[in-house]
């Protein structure tokens, strides 16, 4: 009776301690998926950037605030789809002479990638779609108002901490305001990051984009950290970094460095 009475209290601590190892995998599981942009994970993303040094003067600055729903659908037994769409929110002011500060909603991209369920016998994770540019914008100055359409994919290789690989997709303009630019446009996302066995993530990668119109590169490179953690039983990944403009178009893109902060929130099934 006397060591009934001595353990009770501890009950709670050793479920807790019992219950440890599963979370821990668990969490070492998200991690790894978390790195994955294609991961049959529902996750839904929020990514603020600022970036300075804009326009002619380079007097502007710009925040932008990305929404980024990610959602899987199962197709049959060897298939998924994964849905990925970016929101921004923008808030810009002089990133030209005379405009002024504008915020809204910008133009929205859409994703989707089919990806089989199982890595390649090489360990290869790749997935291939379509991807389409609306024209949401709120303002003139937020839009392209054009339509877009064109092939994006993506592949990469997960192993011992380690992830590696690339994002691509080309966007042509199918329709929209004809006396707006047409878009011809190439984005290229190499990314590498190492995670730790205390779920930090140390990453980098560019997201370039070469404006077959203009002919004018964008190349921010990206260095951030973050770290997986759990709130109240919901596990979200919190990430702060600095990027830096290697190239921008003369006189209207952002120069030096800029910053990006995010919180992702993960729904495992």
């Known amino acids: ?49 600022y970036d300075d040094k804009i326009g002619p003067a380079e007097r502007g600055d710009k925040w932008v605030m990305n929404v980024q729903p990610v959602i899987p659908f199962s197709v049959g037994t060897d298939w998924n789809l994964i849905s990925r769409t970016i929101v921004p929110l923008v808030r810009q002011e002089d990133v030209a002479p005379g405009v002024g500060r504008d915020s809204g909603v910008g133009d929205i991209t859409q994703s989707f990638f089919f990806s089989p369920k199982q890595p390649t016998a090489g360990g290869w994770i790749w997935g291939a779609g379509p991807v389409l540019l609306l024209p949401a914008g709120s303002k003139d100055r937020l839009s392209a108002e054009k339509w877009g359409l064109g092939p994006t994919v993506v592949m990469l290789r997960q192993a011992d901490g380690w992830t590696y690989g690339a994002l691509a997709n080309h966007i042509w303009s199918v329709a929209g305001n004809h006396d707006r630019n047409d878009i011809s446009a190439t984005f290229l ?36 950290v973050s770290q997986l953690l759990r709130i109240g039983g919901q596990p979200l990944s919190l990430s702060a970094g600095a990027r830096y403009w290697a190239d921008s178009p003369e006189g209207a893109g952002p120069q030096g460095w800029g910053f990006r902060l995010g919180v992702t929130f993960m729904f495992p099934k």
């Open 1 to 49: 009776m006397n060591t009934r009475r001595r353990i009770a209290p501890l009950l709670p601590f050793l479920a807790a301690a019992a219950h440890a190892p599963a979370v821990l995998a668990d969490d070492a599981e998200l991690a790894k998926q978390a790195q994955n942009p294609i991961a049959a994970l529902i996750s839904l993303p929020f990514q603020l950037n």
């Open 189 to 224: 996302q190499p990314f590498l990051a190492y995670t730790t066995k205390t779920f930090t993530t140390f990453s980098v990668n560019t997201e370039s984009t070469y404006d077959w119109k203009a002919k004018e590169w964008s190349v921010p490179i990206n260095f951030s």
